[in-house]
T-cell receptor, first 116, second 109 residues
Framework: NAGVTQTPKFQVLKTGQSMTLQCAQDMNHEYMSWYRQDPGMGLRLIHYSVGAGITDQGEVPNGYNVSRSTTEDFPLRLLSAAPSQTSVYFC???????????????FGPGTRLTVL | GQSLEQPSEVTAVEGAIVQINCTYQTSGFYGLSWYQQHDGGAPTFLSYNGLDGLEETGRFSSFLSRSDSYGYLLLQELQMKDSASYFCAAQDSNYQLIWGAGTKLIIKP
């Protein structure tokens, strides 16, 4: 199993550009989420999904869109990049909706994004 | 607002025991989890406390007191490879994780 994979590993954008960060998992996990991590801070939830076709907003959703057409994939789209979106982005998955029983989250290796 | 407080940095000696504290304030609370993150790496799960008391997993233990809104991670027999950042994360009323800012553990030989 590859676990959770993310592409690209590094990305530099100019202000106003759009792009999609890819995330895929091969563990048949129902729950997937996107976080951003800024220096000296913990992870902040951007968007999450409890299953294919279902997404919801987290703590910091503005400027980002997600979709979940399959169980495996959960892409994150930056609509119009801003310098404030410079961060490390982590995708995570867990076995089921954490509302049922707590399941450890498995994280991808991260995407380091710089917006100039 | 929702917040978790943990020390920004802790220093310990190889072979010793260290405790990393975490206090939380969330809208609803279901449990406290701990993750380890090495520099440049992704967080990895260490433990979860849904009930009061101590959970032990090898050299690592985690404790929760709901009445005090407090928990801690205890690392025993410290090894150099334990040098990392440690995050507490509280599961709130929406079952989402609210993360602390992390504690950087520095281990000296």
């Amino acid at each position: 199993n590859a676990g959770v994979t993310q592409t690209p590993k590094f990305q530099v954008l100019k202000t106003g550009q759009s792009m999609t960060l890819q995330c895929a998992q091969d563990m048949n996990h129902e729950y997937m989420s996107w976080y951003r991590q800024d220096p000296g801070m913990g992870l902040r939830l951007i968007h999450y999904s409890v299953g294919a076709g279902i997404t919801d907003q987290g703590e910091v959703p503005n400027g980002y869109n997600v979709s979940r057409s399959t169980t495996e994939d959960f892409p994150l789209r930056l609509l119009s990049a801003a310098p404030s979106q410079t961060s490390v982005y982590f995708c995570a998955s867990s076995r089921s909706d954490p509302g049922t029983v707590y399941n450890e989250q498995f994280f991808g290796p991260g995407t380091r994004l710089t917006v100039l | 607002g929702q917040s978790l407080e943990q020390p920004s940095e802790v220093t310990a000696v190889e072979g010793a025991i260290v405790q990393i504290n975490c206090t939380y304030q969330t809208s609803g609370f279901y449990g406290l989890s701990w993750y380890q993150q090495h520099d440049g790496g992704a967080p990895t799960f260490l433990s979860y406390n849904g009930l009061d008391g101590l959970e032990e997993t090898g050299r690592f233990s985690s404790f929760l007191s709901r009445s005090d809104s407090y928990g801690y991670l205890l690392l025993q027999e410290l090894q150099m490879k334990d040098s990392a950042s440690y995050f507490c994360a509280a599961q709130d009323s929406n079952y989402q994780l609210i993360w602390g800012a992390g504690t950087k553990l520095i281990i000296k030989p």
